[in-house]
């Protein structure tokens, strides 16, 4: 345990590596993160996607007025 004090408990999903791993291996500019685990950081571009596919959605939503009310001022 004591091998733990002062490492970042950070993970991360390198693009150039397809791999998983902490702080500091790969450059910023390749990677997705920070996670809170390795699990987390290994399923980096499935929740890159689903976000994408959200806001996208959410997007779509907003340009053609059908929001759902959202964001309307109350008359």
Partial sequence: ???EVGRT???YY???HHTVEPEGVCKATDRLGPYPDP???AH???TFR???ERLEAE?????EGTDGG???AAG
Avoid: H, K, S, V
Avoid at 59 to 63: E, F, V
């Fill in 9 to 11: 408990t950070a993970w």
């Fill in 1 to 3: 345990m004591g091998d």
């Fill in 50 to 52: 689903e976000r994408e």
């Fill in 14 to 16: 390198c693009l150039r």
């Fill in 70 to 72: 959202a964001g309307q």
């Fill in 44 to 46: 980096a571009l499935e």
């Fill in 39 to 41: 699990d987390a950081a």
């Fill in 59 to 63: 997007d779509r939503q907003w340009a």
